[in-house]
């Protein structure tokens, strides 16, 4: 079973510029979730999808950050415009439910903001 | 709301030795508790996770937790370890009322000879 795909794995932008993450889950799990993890702290959720809705977006930084879920499968997460304190790693995981359903993450994107 | 603590922030061990990575929760309602493993360079794989029942709760590689609700903590543990459990450990919760996990700042373990 294919695991969650990441693309890019890492990139480096200037501030100010913008950058854009895709998560591909694993097949048939309905629930998504971004995370970013700044370095020396634990994951922090950033968005959640359920099929192609979302549950909860209360720690997305609105001005900047955005994400889609395309058809239910696919997803992207996009910052326009990068600040220096977005430097950090970006984890898409996904699960068959939520609650208790165990979630499986991608390798991650680690961004660098100059 | 809920909230994790990770106390450790590093916990250096000799290989065969018996380790206890602790964590604390905070929530006013029934919680699922979690145990992810984060290896260089990798995503989080789930080590084990209390969601009700026996209390005390078996994972993979060996690793343990016991859930206490008294004490609302739910320490992992491992008899004896080896150098390839090195890695950064993260303490998560959730509960019926959010389904978004809550994660410990982590808990870096260090094996060596």
């Known amino acids: 079973e294919a695991g969650v795909a990441q693309s890019p794995r890492y990139k480096i932008i200037e501030k100010r510029q913008s950058v854009a993450f895709w998560c591909n889950p694993i097949?048939?799990?309905?629930?998504l979730y971004w995370y970013q993890q700044i370095l020396g702290q634990g994951p922090k959720l950033l968005i959640q999808?359920?099929?192609?809705?979302?549950?909860?977006d209360s720690q997305l930084p609105k001005d900047r950050f955005s994400a889609e879920r395309l058809k239910g499968v696919d997803s992207t997460l996009k910052i326009q415009p990068a600040k220096l304190e977005d430097s950090a790693v970006y984890l898409c995981?996904?699960?068959?439910?939520?609650?208790?359903?165990?979630?499986?993450f991608g390798p991650g994107t680690r961004l660098t903001v100059l | 709301a809920q909230s994790v603590t990770q106390l450790d922030s590093q916990v250096p061990v000799f290989e065969e030795a018996p380790v206890e990575l602790r964590c604390n929760y905070s929530?006013?309602?029934?919680?699922?508790l979690f145990w992810y493993v984060q290896y260089p360079n990798q995503g989080l794989q789930l080590l084990l996770k209390?969601?009700?029942?026996?209390?005390l709760v078996k994972g993979i590689n060996g690793f343990e937790a016991e859930f206490n609700k008294s004490q609302t903590s739910f320490h992992l543990r491992k008899p004896s370890v080896h150098i390839s459990d090195t890695a950064e450990y993260f303490c998560?919760?959730?509960?019926?009322?959010?389904?978004?996990?809550?994660f410990g700042t982590g808990t870096r373990l260090q094996v060596t000879l």
């Open positions: 995981a996904s699960s068959f439910g939520t609650h208790t359903d165990t979630q499986y």
């Open positions: 209390y969601l009700s029942g026996s209390t």
């Open positions: 998560a919760v959730s509960d019926w009322t959010a389904s978004k996990l809550t």
């Open positions: 929530s006013s309602v029934s919680v699922y």
């Open positions: 999808f359920q099929n192609n809705g979302v549950v909860d």
């Open positions: 097949s048939g799990h309905a629930t």
